[in-house]
């Protein structure tokens, strides 16, 4: 059977942070409740076109899934159960906000199947979390963190983000050593750059300058806003020097870097992420969810009263007749795109570069019955003379350095 990875998109937050552009927003219970029937409309739906898959992974996102009931969570786990083959030790990851969960819910998303639980910690210093706007601060992740151990959480992730403002090196790596001495330790750190991006809170205060520091501060401040949120970015010299002691701190600590951002303990790797780099398939149900399906990529509408109406209006029987189910499919897909040969190599490059490990020369081969070297052997060579990738056997991969301007190495295999 084919191998399959599902996202489930929750876009409900308590409260949007300063920094974030994800497809999220606060909405009352009710909406709530008429987005997961919505929401189950479109699981039962969706099942019928992924009969020949198995499921290897499952992961709620957001948003805050953990924001909502627990009961609406736990009943879409059935559905998913109900509706697709899921193998027995699938991968199955939720989102969760410190102080959005305590432990009481916590243990019935462990009894419901949820076997891995990424924790959005972003920073352990309270000023900092202040500065983004965070709903918590570190005493309520240390709570959360406690929960979820409790609950029976043997597999946890803990994401952190630097480069915020007002941000020191010194600081940076305190939130680092904090998390690796957490008891137990996690299994997995995710640990991201912030990226100020249009359309936030942030993006107001210091526009599409988050490269340095050479913000012109006195401009980015909006009357009335508090001090500490008018604090200047760290430089892109820190920014650096952050990354490098990322990798050193970890790896220190027994983690190992797989991806340009993530680092796990031995086999903690998150399969479902995994799966994004590696081009494998993938559907995306909920709001403005993206799929990978068949060699299609499409996504859903992010248009919340339409989602909610298309899916409301349709009858709740997966029994619908064929056309039906491939209407309400298409009424709330957009931007399907068939990827030619040319796409999938980009692809197979520009995402697979992103793993350490990098991509397999015989892969590629195999999957596009040509040579890498005959598609992109000036461009390997050139990255090479830079020494910014390496072959290596079968492996090509970036180079600590390369690693460093990844998005310049990968964006060389666009056509
Ligand atoms: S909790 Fe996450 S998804 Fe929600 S507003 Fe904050 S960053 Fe965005």
């Known amino acids: 059977m084919n191998s399959l990875g599902i996202y489930i998109h929750i876009p409900f937050c308590i409260r949007k942070c300063?920094?974030?552009?994800?497809?999220?927003?606060?909405?009352?219970?009710?909406?709530?409740?008429?987005?997961?029937?919505?929401?189950?409309?479109?699981?039962?739906?969706?099942?019928?076109?992924?009969?020949?898959?198995e499921v290897h992974s499952v992961f709620f996102g957001g948003g805050t899934p953990t924001s909502v009931?627990?009961?609406?969570?736990?009943?879409?786990?059935?559905?998913?159960?109900?509706?697709?083959?899921?193998?027995?030790?699938?991968?199955?990851?939720?989102?969760?906000?410190?102080?959005?969960a305590d432990y009481?819910?916590?243990?019935?998303?462990?009894?419901?199947?949820?076997?891995?639980?990424?924790?959005?910690?972003?920073?352990?210093?309270?000023?900092?979390?202040?500065?983004?706007g965070r709903i918590h601060d570190r005493s309520m992740f240390e709570d959360c963190y406690k929960n979820a151990v409790k609950a029976g959480f043997e597999n946890i992730n803990v994401d952190l983000m630097s480069a915020l403002p007002g941000q020191s090196l010194e600081a940076w790596e305190d939130n680092l050593r904090y998390v690796c001495d957490l008891e137990p330790a996690p299994q997995h750190i995710s640990a991201y750059s912030l990226i100020i991006e249009?359309?936030?809170?942030?993006?107001?205060?210091?526009?599409?300058?988050?490269?340095?520091?050479?913000?012109?501060?006195?401009?980015?401040?909006?009357?009335?806003?508090?001090?500490?949120?008018?604090?200047?970015?760290?430089?892109?010299?820190?920014?650096?020097?952050m990354y490098h002691r990322t990798e050193e701190i970890l790896s220190a600590h027994g983690y190992h870097r797989y991806e340009i951002s993530n680092y796990s303990g031995n086999g903690k790797e998150c399969s479902h992420n995994l799966r994004y780099w590696q081009g494998g398939d993938y559907?995306?149900?909920?709001?403005?969810?993206?799929?990978?399906?068949?060699?299609?990529?499409?996504?859903?509408?992010?248009?919340?009263?339409?989602?909610?109406?298309?899916?409301?209006?349709?009858?709740?029987?997966?029994?619908?007749?064929?056309n039906d189910r491939v209407q309400l499919?298409?009424?709330?897909?957009?931007?399907?795109?068939k990827l030619d040969e040319k796409a999938k190599m980009e692809e197979f490059m520009f995402l697979g570069l992103r793993l350490t490990e990098?991509?397999?020369?015989?892969?590629?081969?195999?999957?596009?019955?040509?040579?890498?070297?005959?598609?992109?052997?000036?461009v390997i060579e050139d990255l090479r003379e830079k020494e910014l990738l390496e072959w290596e056997g079968d492996m090509i991969r970036l180079s600590y350095a390369g690693l460093d301007v990844s998005n310049y190495c990968m964006a060389e295999f666009l056509f």
């Open 18 to 53: 300063l920094y974030c552009d994800f497809l999220s927003f606060p909405k009352g219970r009710a909406q709530q409740a008429l987005y997961f029937d919505a929401l189950e409309k479109e699981i039962l739906v969706a099942a019928e076109d992924c009969r020949e898959y």
């Open 69 to 100: 009931e627990p009961e609406c969570i736990v009943r879409i786990m059935n559905v998913l159960r109900d509706n697709f083959q899921i193998k027995n030790d699938a991968e199955i990851t939720m989102e969760c906000n410190p102080g959005t």
């Open 104 to 132: 009481e819910a916590l243990k019935k998303y462990r009894e419901a199947g949820i076997n891995r639980l990424s924790i959005g910690l972003q920073s352990a210093n309270d000023e900092e979390l202040k500065r983004l």
């Open 198 to 241: 249009e359309g936030t809170s942030f993006y107001e205060m210091y526009g599409d300058d988050s490269e340095g520091n050479s913000i012109d501060y006195a401009s980015h401040v909006q009357a009335g806003s508090r001090d500490d949120c008018r604090l200047p970015l760290p430089d892109e010299d820190t920014e650096r020097k």
């Open 283 to 322: 559907l995306g149900v909920g709001l403005g969810a993206a799929s990978l399906m068949k060699g299609e990529r499409f996504h859903n509408t992010s248009d919340f009263e339409r989602y909610i109406e298309v899916l409301g209006n349709a009858l709740p029987d997966k029994a619908d007749g064929d």
């Open 329 to 337: 499919l298409s009424d709330i897909r957009e931007d399907i795109e």
């Open 358 to 378: 990098g991509v397999s020369a015989s892969e590629f081969k195999d999957r596009f019955g040509i040579g890498i070297g005959e598609v992109y052997g000036d």
